[in-house]
């Protein structure tokens, strides 16, 4: 008999271990969902109609792994796209006033995504078009 006590001793053990991990499951996943949560309660930006935005624009990758080099050195935003970006924007890569619809789809996503900040402190995006390379700031929004 004593042998029986054993079996149900550990049919009893293992039962209540996998109570205990079914529980542990559900309470990992229902801490996921909280964190979940809180990163998706960030502030969202309000919704722009038009947006004053700046880019560099770097045909090659290297270029543009160099440009952001210098950003995150603390150069001024403005200062590298005079001296990296190669297109027709050379007033510092401003591209001014732009409503939606108006820019390349790829580049518009990022760029209303982004928090309005300044060429001294600036919070880029980056995104690939057929173009090329494009580090972008906003300044402005409407």
Known sequence: M???????????TKSKDSKKDSQNSKK???????KESKDSSTPKLKPATS???RHILCSKHSVKETALEKLREGAKFDDVAREYSEDK?????????KTRGSLL????????????????NPKWGE????????????EGRK
């Open 127 to 138: 995104c690939k078009t057929g173009e090329g390379y494009h580090l972008i700031i906003v």
């Open 51 to 53: 947006i004053n935005v």
């Open 105 to 120: 789809a790829e580049f518009e996503k990022v760029a209303y995504e982004l928090e309005v900040s300044t060429t001294g």
């Open 28 to 34: 990992d996943s229902s801490s996921t969902k909280s």
């Open 2 to 12: 004593p042998a029986n006590n054993k079996t149900k001793n550990s049919k009893d």
């Open 89 to 97: 924007a050379r007033q510092g890569g401003s591209l001014g006033w």
